[in-house]
Structures are given as structure tokens and as C-alpha cells.
């Protein structure tokens, strides 16, 4: 059927957070809002993908390293909606530090996971687990481990590929001398907790950043100062985290496996004003995450 301006304008109207999308640097569309799936255990992932396709979510997000790649796998296939309209991002273990270790890692992630191919395949952490901001920067190594990235892109394997938990010097360290620069950069980011200058360095080079816990993995959810700005905009402490990183530039990838709670973060059609935005960015930093301090991509030390 044939638009007509008036009709288009109509559909523009109508789009919401779950139809938007960035494009990144090799033009593929990566949607704005996904869903994360750290510590959905690999029975239960499939039937949350599922859940969250109905809702309307395109994008979902796992790793090697959250053991339920078959779950997720399993629900992208079993979802009702062609492979092409979603966008699936896996995670290249933090441990696999060698060439063939990276690109064996790719082709068991797709067999696990019964897919040709991955929309996003990134490094989940410039060193591994116990070693997480340690003098050794596996410079070497990771220029290695994005050779086999590189590779698996030529190849067809992979449409995007990119880095997560890199500072700037580990960007600078690909960067140098890359066949293909990454096209993202997944880190932690929410409010209380905003790397202003990796941001701007990452838009800068043109890498997309994703937000990773934008809800500080619920502890967003108790903060008082948090609760109160949300109930100004009428919204859940949850939307205003997520739409708080939208406003950011960044892709917002909260985790749930609530159909309710999918729904929820979906709803962040409002807009935050700009001085309430230095206001959340500038708030006392969420310093515990509870139980889960304990995890490098939180208290910023090594796995002991
Ligand atoms: N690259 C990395 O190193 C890295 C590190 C951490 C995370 N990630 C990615 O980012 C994703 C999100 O981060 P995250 O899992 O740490 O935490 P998060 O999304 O910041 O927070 C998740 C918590 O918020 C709760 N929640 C979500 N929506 C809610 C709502 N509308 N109302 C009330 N509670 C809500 C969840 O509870 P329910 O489950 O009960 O809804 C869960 O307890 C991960 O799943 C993963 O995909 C990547």
C-alpha cells in the first residue's frame, strides 16, 4: 500500500522505543532497547525470549559466559517472528584469549544457539575474570582475539562486531591498527554511574555504546533520591533508569524475565529535561550492588 505523507507522519507518531533504532558504523540498524539475560537460567530463556518478542522486543543480549546461549537460541527460533527481524548479541568469554580460542568459541556459540549467524558478537572483557583491571592489559592478546572477530565478520558468521567493559586505552590498543574498527562498546552505565568521557570518546569514534545494568542490577529500584525523580515524570523508578541511558545515546539493555516487568521498561515514550538529566548524572553514587559486589563488572577489582 502506497503512503501518503499524512499516513507516514501517522506512523512516525505511532513508533515507539521497541520500533528505534541506531545505526552503526557498517549501517546495520541495532534496536535502541533490548532485553539482558544474565541469570536467566538456560530452561527458563527461551520462554522469556518468546515473552519479550510478544511484547515487542527485537534485541536480545547473552554471553558464552551466562550458560543459557541454548535457551535463547531455542526461543529466537521458536519466537513466530524470521530470524532477520531480530537482533541477537552474544559475548566471546573473557577467558578466551587466543586466535583459535575466540573463533572456536564463535562457531560453538552458533551451533549452541542454532543459528547461521549472529547480528553482534563483542568481547566481554579486555582481561579475564581474575585478572578484571589488573596492570596486565592483554594488549596483545585481544588484538588477536579481534582478529578472529574480524574474520568470523568476513565470513559472514557475524553482522556487527564490537568490545564491552574496554577503556579508552584498550579502544586505542584496537583502534591502532584494526581492519575493522568496533562498532560498539557495552559497558556499565546508569545513573549515579556515567563515564561522561568514554561516552564522548566512544560517540567520537563512532562505536555505539549499550548501557549495561541500567537499573544497577535493581539497585536503582531502592534509592530514594531515584524513586523520588521518577515519581515527578509519573513513571517507575525502572523507566526513568532506562529512559535516563536512551537520552544518553546508548542502547538500554535491562534484564527481566517478568512479562510485566518487559512491558514496563518498554514505556518510556517521555522525555527527561535536561536539567533534570545533570541532575541524575551528578546524583551520589550507587556504591554496592548488594550480594553481587562481588562481580568485576561492580566493584571494578578481579573475580578472588
Ligand atoms: N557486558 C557485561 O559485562 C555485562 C555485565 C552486566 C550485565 N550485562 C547485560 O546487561 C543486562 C542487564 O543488566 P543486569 O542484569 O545487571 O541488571 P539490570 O537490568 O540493571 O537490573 C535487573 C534487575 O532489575 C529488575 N527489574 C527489571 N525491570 C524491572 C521493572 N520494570 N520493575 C522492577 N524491577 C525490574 C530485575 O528483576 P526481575 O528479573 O524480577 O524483573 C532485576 O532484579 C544483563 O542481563 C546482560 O545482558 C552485561
Not at 568476513?154 to 579508552?168: D, E, P, T
Not at 586505552?169 to 568514554?198: F, G, S, Y
Request: one cysteine or more; hydrophobic letters at 40%.
Amino acid at each position: 500500500m502506497m503512503m501518503n505523507t499524512q499516513n507516514f507522519r501517522d506512523e512516525q507518531e505511532k513508533m515507539t522505543i521497541l520500533q528505534e533504532t541506531y545505526h552503526l558504523e557498517n549501517g546495520v540498524q541495532i534496536p535502541k532497547l533490548g532485553l539482558g539475560t544474565w541469570f536467566i537460567d538456560d530452561d527458563k530463556a527461551a520462554k522469556a525470549v518468546r515473552d519479550a518478542v510478544k511484547v515487542g522486543y527485537h534485541l536480545i543480549d547473552t554471553a558464552q559466559a551466562y550458560g543459557n546461549e541454548r535457551g535463547v537460541g531455542e526461543g529466537v527460533r521458536t519466537c513466530g517472528l524470521p530470524r532477520e527481524e531480530l537482533f541477537v548479541t552474544s559475548k566471546v568469554a573473557a577467558e578466551a584469549k587466543t586466535y583459535e580460542e575466540a573463533a572456536r568459541s564463535i562457531d560453538e556459540t552458533l551451533t549452541k544457539m542454532g543459528l547461521e549467524y549472529l547480528d553482534l558478537m563483542i568481547i566481554h572483557s579486555p582481561q579475564p575474570w581474575t585478572e578484571f583491571r589488573v596492570e596486565n592489559r592483554y594488549f596483545a592478546e585481544n588484538k588477536e582475539v579481534w582478529r578472529a572477530l574480524e574474520d568470523a565478520y568476513a565470513a559472514g558468521k557475524l553482522r556487527a562486531i564490537g568490545v564491552s567493559n574496554f577503556l579508552q586505552d584498550d579502544l586505542e590498543n584496537l583502534l591502532d591498527d584494526c581492519r575493522i574498527k568496533p562498532m560498539v562498546n557495552q559497558i556499565l552505565l546508569h545513573i549515579t554511574n556515567t563515564d561522561k568521557a568514554l561516552l564522548d570518546y566512544c560517540h567520537a569514534h563512532g562505536i555505539l555504546v549499550e548501557a549495561y545494568s541500567p537499573i544497577a542490577h535493581g539497585e536503582a529500584l531502592k534509592n530514594p533520591a531515584i524513586t523520588k525523580m521518577a515519581k515527578k515524570y509519573n513513571v517507575t523508578p525502572a523507566q526513568l533508569c532506562i529512559r535516563y541511558v536512551l537520552q544518553l545515546g546508548t542502547v538500554a539493555l535491562p534484564k527481566t524475565a517478568n512479562p510485566a516487568h518487559m512491558q514496563d521498561n518498554s514505556a518510556v515514550d517521555f522525555q527527561i529535561s535536561t536539567e533534570d538529566m545533570r541532575t541524575l548524572e551528578a546524583m551520589e553514587k550507587i556504591k554496592s550492588y548488594g550480594e553481587f559486589d562481588m562481580f568485576p563488572v561492580f566493584s571494578g577489582k578481579p573475580l578472588s
